[in-house]
């Protein structure tokens, strides 16, 4: 079974608008841990957010914010005021457990941005 | 500047040779990875050291072998080179400390066997 699931392969968005980038994932640990990374068609992978399991409130980080679920196991990632240089792929990741320390990453969604 | 990097950023060789890609961070973290984006961009971890010390080895095929020669660098030698390990390869580094959870990644090395 997947542990990380990113139904949406593209997503296309106007300047300015909001998105959501859709993330459930599978766990059966407490203590786990949620991440979004963004990779421009440059290639590198940038942090942009983080989500704890046990945190009562949902991450944010400017114009980023974590829609965090955690009876539905989704952690949606909001994206507001979308601006071209937004357009990327975007990876869900989950660190699952207190002892463990690999990151599982979903599959990706591309986002365009168009003007 | 502090940061995550990785030489060398493209890596075009022959099949059953032997190559290394290096990493280093500055940031003064503890932990080091390394993963490995395949051609459908889907990434895997593959190795994470700590101090030194190895933690996950991912069944990666024993052709795979890190070495960290000080908790600020781990390098991954890649022998007998196959056509199905060309992909980008990215280092990450975390700080160990309690609640600090983020895995800083570097640029990546774009690993193309021929």
């Known amino acids: 079974a997947q542990k990380i699931t990113q139904t949406q392969p593209g997503m296309f968005v106007q300047e300015k608008e909001a998105v959501t980038l859709d993330c459930t994932y599978d766990?059966?640990?407490?203590?786990?841990?949620l991440f979004w990374y963004k990779q421009p068609s440059s290639g590198e992978m940038i942090f942009l957010i983080y989500?704890?399991?046990?945190?009562?409130q949902n991450a944010t980080e400017g114009r980023y914010s974590l829609n965090f679920q955690k009876a539905r196991k989704s952690a949606n990632l909001v994206i507001s005021a979308s601006q071209l240089g937004d357009s990327a792929m975007y990876f869900c990741?989950?660190?699952?457990?207190?002892?463990?320390?690999?990151?599982?990453f979903g599959t990706g969604t591309r986002l365009q941005v168009f003007p | 500047d502090t940061a995550v990097s990785q030489t060398p950023k493209y890596l075009v060789t022959q099949m059953g040779n032997d190559k290394s890609i290096k990493c280093e961070q500055n940031?003064?973290?503890?932990?080091m990875y390394w993963y490995k984006q395949d051609s459908k961009k889907f990434l895997k971890i593959m190795f994470s050291?700590?101090?030194?010390?190895?933690?996950i080895n991912e069944t990666v095929p024993n052709r795979f072998s890190p070495k960290s020669p000080d908790k600020a660098h781990l390098n991954l030698h890649i022998n007998s080179l196959e056509l199905g390990d060309s992909a980008v390869y990215f280092c990450?580094?975390?700080?160990?400390?309690?609640?600090?959870?983020?895995?800083?990644f570097g640029p990546g090395t774009r690993l193309l066997v021929l």
């Open positions: 990450a580094s975390r700080d160990g400390a309690e609640g600090q959870e983020t895995q800083y």
């Open positions: 766990t059966s640990d407490q203590s786990y841990g």
């Open positions: 989500q704890g399991s046990y945190d009562e």
């Open positions: 990741a989950m660190r699952e457990g207190y002892n463990t320390d690999k990151l599982i």
């Open positions: 940031l003064g973290h503890d932990t």
């Open positions: 050291y700590n101090n030194k010390e190895l933690i």
